[in-house]
């Protein structure tokens, strides 16, 4: 079994936070089983099928845990104890990239845009500003150009029009329910620090539909370079 697939926490391969209510295991769990269903052929671009099988034995096991009160609170205290990771990673919103160390990155001058999260985006904006689902920005032709006929989609770049779009960390954490450390790491291209590619996958395609890039030529070449280097 891929190692990487094995080292996952029920949280993690379920894409629920540790706090999840109990209705969001039910539905990361129906969601899980539809995307790496047998009939999926895009899985088996990424595992073996014996890998695809172990993947799917693996999302069983977490609702099985997850989703009974007693045996989820006995898993907590065991994550606890082992210390391997936090349940929880509070990391600052990162500026440009200097280097692929996370933790060596600096924190970015603030926007003079002003953020605002999903609840306040207004529903109009000034001439010569944009919106996201989270955001209000400026719209800069050269920067517009740039995202519209880039084909080359690694972190640095989707760090770059998260930043352009004045999206932080946090607000792109809440809305897609990803941990703020796995986007960091997506971030700085930190393939070591980030789990399975059909996680990864599944990341850089959320990343990318709210921040208005490509879907499709987000995950292929993010997915090209990762698989190439992890």
């Known amino acids: 079994m ?56 693996l999302i069983e096991e977490a609702f099985l845990v997850l989703g009974n009160q007693s045996k989820r609170k006995e898993y907590d205290m065991l994550l606890v104890n082992r210390d391997k990771r936090p349940l929880e990673v509070n990391l600052p919103d990162l500026g440009p990239i200097a280097s692929n160390n996370v933790a060596a990155e600096r924190r970015a001058p603030a926007s003079s845009t002003p ?23 400026e719209v800069k032709p050269e920067l517009e150009q740039e995202i519209s006929t880039q084909t080359v989609i690694d972190g640095p770049f989707i760090r770059k029009v998260r930043q352009y779009k004045n999206i932080n960390l946090e607000q792109l954490s809440k809305e897609t329910r990803i941990s703020r450390s796995y986007m960091a790491a997506v971030e700085a291209d930190d393939y070591e620090a980030l789990p399975a590619a059909v996680f990864v996958r599944g990341f850089v395609a959320q990343m990318a539909r709210i921040l208005g890039l490509n879907e499709t030529t987000a995950t292929q070449s993010y997915m090209s370079r990762f698989k190439k280097e992890s």
């Open 115 to 137: 953020a605002f999260t999903s609840n306040s985006t207004p529903s109009s904006v000034p001439e010569g500003f944009a919106k996201t689902r989270l955001s209000v920005y």
């Open 2 to 57: 891929n190692q990487r697939l094995s080292e996952q926490n029920y949280y993690e391969v379920l894409e629920v936070s540790t706090s999840a209510q109990h209705h969001e295991i039910v539905v990361a769990y129906q969601r899980a089983k539809e995307a790496y269903s047998s009939d999926s052929p895009a899985l088996y671009t990424m595992f073996s099928k014996e890998e695809a099988a172990e993947l799917r034995k």
